[in-house]
């Protein structure tokens, strides 16, 4: 394969072959840029080419007119030598021979012209017939051999006037005359690119500047140079005429790549194909045809080039049993196909079906030989991929499905043949991808080709498709499948040969974090790509090979996050490139569009300001104003002292009225809501919180406001998040709905963090304890880091949700996806610091200050509020929806973790090991004493938790009946006197968009008494006094009087009372259903709603029970 392995069809119609091409690959393109041309006009010329003759300028005439014949009609001129030309051999130029071997390597269209004798005269008489006729004369009367006359005069001559005496003066003197006048010249001047011709001979035109080379074109001019100069030398292909032929090939792809003209690159292209023919090299000269086809349609577009040069191709290849030279076909046929559709080529002219059969069919005898193994197989795989370009890509998947499956078995089939094209065959599955409609099968076949590079061509190359089908899925706004493929590449890709491909695929995975909802991920794989970048400008010194797109990536995770002081030094890290990088005018260009826009979002972001952090921000404006950021310096001023304050020195003029300056910031606090911006966080407490949701768990890190805490912190949370992050289709169970984990600095923790779980006041806490500073003495210290975080990230997880499939999530996350290594390779943020940082970190907004900085005055005394327009929908109350969900509303591959969330009161493991067995009541008939509602546990210790806990959560009384209890009555229709009491969260209570997942957990324990005297009790005396007690109590045995459990009751007002007929599909009280004994139905409800309940439960557990 060539460097022109081919693109198939390109994907954007609208894009011409030469600017589809050109985006695709620039580097095929020149890199030259014209800064400076001669100026001249065809009509200015042409009257300076008349004035010539007024002048007597013949001898000027004579070396203008040589010297475009040198370059177009024959390089091997000789002139004559006398006081106006011609001298005693009566010409004025004359070819001399040259040897076969030299002139056969001219790139004129003439290709004789080297073994000809050639005659020229050059004339600006006005009367041009008189001087042909007397110069022709003259020359024939030397009587030398001459095979041509060429007669070039700088007056116009008509086709039938020329034609008329070229005829009369070779039937005269039997040699043929060519008659070349001023449409000839100036056509060579200014259609074949010979302006430097006129202007150095004639001295016309201006040059008013030079072409700037780019180092790219420069090392092709210098290659072309030297290979131009090797090909005129008779000497120096002696025995090497294969080595003849590819240096003739090499110099037409330089001549393409640096843009030269048509005439020339087809020419030097001709010259190789020629060169092939006549000395007998086949193979190369399939590959210079085949090059000079795909040049005519990707460079000049000319597709009737195209397919004339597809019969030479054909000519040469479609007997061929090799797959490398059919492949030459399978490459060109796309592009007619693509011709006929763009209306370049008619369908007869491109006769794609019948030059496709022939290809379908020498392929298919090249696959029959298996005799030998890789050619036959990729003789498949190029009938694959024909049968794949035939295929529209706006098909249904289905179409493609067969040809995915067959090219899954090419791949396995692949494993142990060594010279099977591997990476040609991966490239081109990963083009398509881009196009074809997405699929399982695809899916798995591009999973089996992974796993076949990862064997073959070690993990680079692996890691690099895995990263290039990762921002496939982002495209198509597949995030999770994004982290997947992503994940597998990352790990791979640390290597210092693949710096730049780690960089972008860290950045994509970033991108594919963020969209999913897990901004701790995302921002930590874009901490790492930029601590990628810091790294090489450490050991180059400079800028240039920075990528400062990748700060602005970083810029926006710490917007997402609400950190102020990390948005600013991410903003301030980025401009310092972008700067340093502007070289041009479209440079600083870019750079001044980014440091506007990051200002208006900055600004839009900070005017959200809390007012109780506004007087430690009184000297941020003259700060942020020295990095740029007037829109910011601007909303703080106004957050601070209002209209007033803008209106200082040099501010706002009189003519901007009060309402007019609210209104600007009211857009401003409009675009950061609609940004979904946090509240800014200027990390002014000794405290700091970090706050994520996972799995729909509320995760809240307590720690220092130190770079090493905070590291570490962020560290924990990103590497959860990644860790889970493809969780949400694989089913978890919830344990907690939400979780701290606080973190404690301490001079004796050890080198690696320590991660203990204390119980406070009922709730679960994770501790981690660490030093001050956490620094390496070798590699093995450093690597505990991760292991420990390892460990940590799942005994974490554990404690706020666990797997229902164990093997299965572990197969998935831990196997196939490289969960561990995606999670873990880029958390160790303390060691990123110290790259980014090196000592001198910014996390306290007066680091950002400078003593001379003038503070602004806080003269509000209430926070502005901003005046948002009305939403379109605001959060409202859980509701139970009727009948079957809308198709993808569970969709999870297409939501995000911050869409779901568990709301729920119930500790799953505290539930579990304090055993529910049963409810009880106190009560006193007619008394003042609250009734008493008793939950019956086996194990004191865990019911005490669960009630401590909801104590700490509601406090002693539940006046938001936030906590919901449920008796539901008539549960089986085998004991009139059954009931189930359900404990668990009340949905009513909880806010939510129409967009989210709401998660709950509760409980339920089905009491079976043979009469309903203690609950009616209970129910009667809770009636009447309006409010209960909930309380804890060990049961000892079924016949003895439970032990009450501490001082730990909840005061509950209210209490749910329904029969179970009444309950409807969707209800969370369907929980106390049981379809083995189902529940009692009043004869007169034929349709009560629970049969509704009833038939999708057994529903359900069918489609369980099927293999």
Known sequence: MTEETPEHRPRTPRLSPSQYMRGRRPHLFSD??????????????????????????????????????????????????????????????????????????????????????????????????????????????????????????????????????????????????????????????????????????????????????????????????????????????????????EDALRAATLARGLERNRYEVDGRFDRAVRLAKDNGLKTHQLLAAYTWAWTSYWWFEDARRLTELYDE?????????????????????????????????????ANVEKRRESVVAALEVAKSDTSRPNNSLHAHALLLLSRATAIRSSAD??????????????????????????????????????????????????????????????????????????????????????????????????????????????????????????????????????TGECRKFKQSGSVEGIDPSIFTHWFECELQLGRVPFALTAHELGANIRNGRSRTDEQKEVAEETRIEQGHRLAAFMIATEFCDLPALTKLPAAVDRLGLLQVSTALLFLLGGDEALRGEDGLPETETPEMIESLFNMMAVAGRDAAFVRPDYLLKDQVQLRSRVLGCGIVVNCRNSLTSIGIGEGVLGALESLLATSLNLTTLPNLDHLDIRFIQSDDAPLTPVLSFIEEKGSTVAVVTHRPR????????????????????????????????????????????????????????PIMYGVIFGGKEKISI??????????????????????????????????????????????????????????????????????????????????????????????????????????????????????????????????????AVIVGPNMVKIGSASTDIVGFVARRNVMTPTSSRNLDMFLSEYRRIGRFMLAPARMRSETEPPDPIGDLRLEKSNLVVRPAWTIGENDPDSCALDLDDPPIIPIDEANAPVLRVLAQKADFLAKRRKP
């Not at 490398?324 to 080529?345: H, I």
């Not at 780690?502 to 995975?509: D, N, P, Q, T």
């Not at 706020?800 to 390779?825: H, K, N, Q, Y």
């Not at 210790?941 to 669960?946: K, R, T, W």
């Open 32 to 245: 030259s840029k014209k800064i400076g041309q001669i100026e001249l006009e065809r009509e200015v010329l042409s009257h300076h080419l008349e004035t010539l003759t007024k002048q007597n300028a013949e001898k000027i005439f004579e070396n203008f007119a040589k010297r475009l014949a040198e370059k177009f009609i024959s390089p091997n001129i000789r002139p004559q030598t006398g006081p106006t030309g011609g001298g005693d051999g009566k010409t004025d130029a004359e070819s001399f021979p040259v040897a076969k071997e030299v002139s056969d390597r001219w790139f004129i269209a003439d290709a004789s012209a080297g073994s000809e004798r050639r005659a020229f005269a050059f004339s600006a008489k006005e009367d041009w017939r008189d001087k042909v006729q007397s110069d022709v004369k003259e020359i024939a009367g030397t009587g030398r051999d001459y095979d041509r006359i060429y007669f070039i005069t700088n007056q116009y001559a008509s086709s039938r006037k020329s034609a008329q005496v070229q005829d009369k003066l070779q039937e005269t003197y039997s040699i043929p005359v060519t008659i070349l006048d001023r449409t000839w010249l100036l056509d060579c001047v200014f259609d074949r690119d010979s302006l430097d011709i006129a202007h150095e001979t004639l001295g016309v035109g201006k040059k008013v500047a030079t072409p700037v080379q780019g180092p790219r074109d420069l090392t092709r001019q210098t290659e072309l140079d030297q290979l131009d100069h090797a090909m005129n030398d008779g000497a120096t292909y002696l025995g090497q005429l294969p080595i003849l032929v």
């Open 313 to 349: 191709v054909e000519s040469l290849a479609i007997s061929s049993q090799d797959a490398d030279d059919l492949e030459r076909l399978t490459n060109l046929l796309p592009l007619l196909t693509n011709a006929v559709d763009t209306g370049m080529l008619t369908k007869d002219a």
């Open 397 to 530: 998947a289905a179409k493609f499905d067969g040809i995915w499956d067959e090219f899954t078995d090419v791949i396995k089939q692949s494993h142990g043949l060594g010279t099977f094209p591997f990476e040609m065959i991966a490239k081109v599955i990963t083009e398509l991808g881009g196009f074809a409609p997405d699929s399982e099968a695809f899916d798995r076949l591009y999973e089996t080709l992974t796993d076949a590079i990862a064997e073959r061509q070690k993990e680079g190359a692996a890691a690099k498709l895995n990263s290039k089908r990762g921002y496939q899925k982002l495209e198509k706004g597949l995030h999770y499948d994004a982290i997947r493929w992503f994940g597998r590449a990352v790990g791979l890709l640390v290597k210092e040969e693949y710096e730049d491909e780690l960089v972008e695929a860290l950045r994509g995975c970033s991108i594919a974090y963020m969209q999913a909802g897990l901004y701790w991920a995302g921002r930590n794989y874009a901490l790492a790509a930029v």
């Open 774 to 829: 956490l620094t390496y003495a070798n590699r093995e210290e450093a690597a505990e880091f991760y292991g420990w975080l390892a460990q940590s990230v799942m005994r974490i997880f554990v404690t706020f949700a666990v797997p229902a499939d164990p093997d299965a999530w572990g197969a998935a996350v831990l196997g196939d996806e490289s969960g561990f290594s995606r999670a873990i390779t880029f958390s160790n943020v």
């Open 846 to 979: 007066d680091d950002w200050s400078e003593d001379r900085d003038k503070p602004v005055t806080l003269t509000r005394t209430a926070a502005w509020s901003p005046k948002f327009p009305e939403e379109k929908e605001r959060p409202g109350p859980v509701k139970s929806g009727k009948g079957q969900a809308p198709e993808g509303t569970f969709d999870l591959e297409r939501k995000r973790h911050t869409d779901y969330r568990v709301v729920s009161p119930i500790d799953a493991r505290k539930w579990d090991a304090a055993v529910w067995r049963g409810t009880f009541y106190v009560c006193s008939p007619g008394s003042r004493m609250i009734p008493i509602l008793g939950l019956m546990f086996e194990n004191a210790e865990p019911a005490a938790g669960i009630f401590e806990a909801w104590r700490e959560r509601f406090g002693d009384r539940d006046g938001e009946d936030s906590l919901r209890l449920a008796i539901v009555t008539g549960v089986n229709i085998s004991n009139p006197h059954a009931y």
